[in-house]
């Protein structure tokens, strides 16, 4: 039996995508808008979120800056003032900076924590009374396979994406009694701007739009975390149990860092 309602049919349904003027969130956009969904696009970069739905139905563009939680509650308004009602919140804003232990410094650390975790929490704070009222739709949280267990290069970065799955986890619990759907999103590497920065060869690296239809399908068979591609982060699974001396030696060995 499935964790969570399965979502099929797009047809008609309301999704709030936010991160979505570039790489997942805009391939994802698109995936949705074909299928038949109501699509609201946010992110900072108006000009990105235009350029998305450029030409396209059912699109509306509310920009915002997700680390501002007056921002969360002005475009909730607006959306519930225009849809009604809210069936997906989609949660991609996101950032990273490979950094050692040693470039750590305290802005890098804030930044990273903002918009990784304290956007979702205020993303969570704004939707969820409304979900609940609803007594439906879901909120889908994006972490990384980053945050199944330490990797070097993920400093911060690594620590916000688990925390992303604990978050959602303890929504679960609290939320699916209500019938609020909670999903997480553990991508492998994806083609973007972020992953644009690492200048090591990317294992099973997939493009924007494969990602988006590997979230497609994990919600389409109501899964909690929802991760991919299978071969990376199956195996990614299976190494983040290993006891600490092998995990470390191995870790070690695979980045060569
Ligand atoms: N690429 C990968 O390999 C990979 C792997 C695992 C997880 N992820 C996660 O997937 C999500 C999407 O990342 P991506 O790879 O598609 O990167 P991306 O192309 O850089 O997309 C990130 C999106 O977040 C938006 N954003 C950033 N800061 C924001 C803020 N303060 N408020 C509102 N929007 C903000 C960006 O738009 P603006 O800059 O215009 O605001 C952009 O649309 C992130 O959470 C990332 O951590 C990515």
């Given at each position: 039996m499935s964790l969570n309602p399965k979502l099929r049919d797009w047809h008609g349904q309301r999704v709030w995508l936010v991160g979505a003027g570039h790489g997942i969130g805009a391939a994802l956009a698109q995936a949705l808008q074909q299928q038949g969904a109501h699509v609201a696009l946010s992110g900072r970069t108006e000009a990105a979120l235009h350029a998305v739905a450029a030409?396209?139905?059912?699109?509306?563009?509310?920009?915002?800056?997700?680390?501002?939680?007056?921002?969360?509650?002005?475009?909730?308004?607006?959306?519930?003032?225009?849809?009604?009602?809210?069936?997906?919140?989609?949660?991609?804003?996101g950032d990273y900076t490979p950094l050692r232990a040693w470039e750590l410094t305290p802005e890098a650390a804030q930044r990273m924590v903002n918009v990784n975790l304290l956007a979702s929490l205020y993303g969570v704070a704004a939707n969820v009374p409304q979900l609940m009222a609803q007594q439906g739709g879901g909120l889908v949280l994006?972490?990384?396979?980053?945050?199944?267990?330490?990797?070097?290069?993920?400093?911060?970065?690594?620590?916000?994406?688990?925390?992303?799955?604990?978050?959602?986890?303890?929504?679960?619990?609290?939320?699916?009694?209500?019938?609020?759907?909670?999903?997480?999103?553990?991508?492998?590497?994806?083609?973007?701007?972020?992953?644009?920065?690492?200048?090591?060869?990317?294992?099973?690296?997939?493009?924007p739009q494969q990602a988006?239809?590997?979230?497609?399908?994990?919600?389409?068979?109501?899964?909690?975390?929802?991760?991919?591609?299978?071969?990376?982060?199956?195996?990614?699974?299976?190494?983040?149990?290993?006891?600490?001396?092998?995990y470390f030696w191995l870790a070690h060995k695979v980045t060569g860092l």
């Open positions: 030409g396209q139905e059912r699109m509306q563009v509310h920009a915002m800056d997700a680390t501002v939680p007056e921002d969360w509650q002005r475009v909730r308004d607006s959306l519930l003032a225009s849809w009604g009602r809210i069936d997906l919140v989609v949660m991609l804003a994006v972490a990384s396979v980053a945050g199944w267990a330490g990797m070097s290069n993920g400093l911060v970065y690594g620590a916000t994406k688990a925390a992303l799955n604990h978050l959602a986890q303890t929504l679960y619990l609290d939320l699916h009694p209500h019938g609020v759907g909670v999903y997480v999103v553990n991508p492998g590497f994806v083609t973007t701007r972020l992953t644009a920065q690492n200048d090591f060869a990317m294992p099973a690296l997939i493009s988006a239809d590997a979230i497609l399908r994990g919600l389409a068979r109501g899964e909690f975390d929802i991760h991919f591609p299978k071969r990376f982060t199956r195996a990614l699974k299976l190494a983040a149990h290993l006891p600490y001396r092998l």
